[in-house]
T-cell receptor
Framework: DAKTTQPPSMDCAEGRAANLPCNHS???????VYWYRQIHSQGPQYIIH???NNETNEMASLIITEDRKSSTLILPHATLRDTAVYYC???????????FGAGTRLTVKP | EPEVTQTPSHQVTQMGQEVILRCVPI?????FYWYRQILGQKVEFLVS????????KSEIFDDQFSVERPDGSNFTLKIRSTKLEDSAMYFC??????????FGPGTRLLVL
């Protein structure tokens, strides 16, 4: 699986959009981009995933660049409860192992 | 919304004792996984399980560990003789196909 690079930490004001970047320059054509988050020591929570196209669900939007070498997770209106560690994971469809890195610690401030 | 559940939420055991961590995956899921997270470290893959057998395991998953699906709903992780370094959060996950994995809340294991 391709390796990902994320900033170790970010801050965001409550109510504003949080844009979390991820670099995955060695991504292969059959690899998806997944985003999970972990609040304190709770179980990782699935947010969104995509292959090539931008995706949106009730939690977030995922923007993948045309060359697929980077992506951005957007939380449109961050709340204090969005404070968490966010993980960007690149994974082939049939790979059993979700390889979590260190992620980005997002702190939403009032 | 269906979710993965795990019991117990906390387990304290003495070194050398056997522990069994239990998970109830989402009901129509076919793929099951265990991960662990040592305090302050990354979430690490241990094992995946499909069609009643291990499909993949990491080098962490040595002979001390075993997994089982004893009935139609439970999925268990057994650590045969616990060591101090087994202290960690253990997360179970499940997926319907080899795609999105949904995680449980975890079991915090403390080995004394």
């Amino acid at each position: 699986d391709a390796k990902t690079t994320q900033p170790p930490s970010m801050d965001c004001a409550e109510g504003r959009a949080a844009n979390l970047p991820c670099n995955h320059s060695t991504i292969s054509g059959n690899e998806y981009v997944y985003w999970y988050r972990q609040i304190h020591s709770q179980g990782p929570q699935y947010i969104i995933h995509g292959l090539k196209n931008n995706e949106t669900n009730e939690m977030a939007s995922l923007i993948i660049t045309e060359d697929r070498k980077s992506s951005t997770l957007i939380l449109p209106h961050a709340t204090l409860r969005d404070t968490a560690v966010y993980y960007c994971i690149v994974r082939a469809y049939n790979n059993n192992d979700m390889r979590f890195g260190a992620g980005t610690r997002l702190t939403v401030k009032p | 919304e269906p979710e993965v559940t795990q019991t117990p939420s906390h387990q304290v055991t003495q070194m050398g004792q056997e522990v069994i961590l239990r998970c109830v995956p989402i009901s129509n899921h076919l793929y099951f996984y265990w991960y662990r997270q040592i305090l302050g470290q990354k979430v690490e893959f241990l094992v995946s399980f499909y069609n009643n057998e291990i499909s993949e395991k990491s080098e962490i998953f040595d002979d001390q560990f075993s997994v089982e699906r004893p009935d139609g709903s439970n999925f268990t992780l057994k650590i045969r003789s616990t060591k101090l370094e087994d202290s960690a959060m253990y997360f179970c996950a499940s997926s319907s196909v080899q795609e999105t994995q949904y995680f449980g809340p975890g079991t915090r294991l403390l080995v004394l």
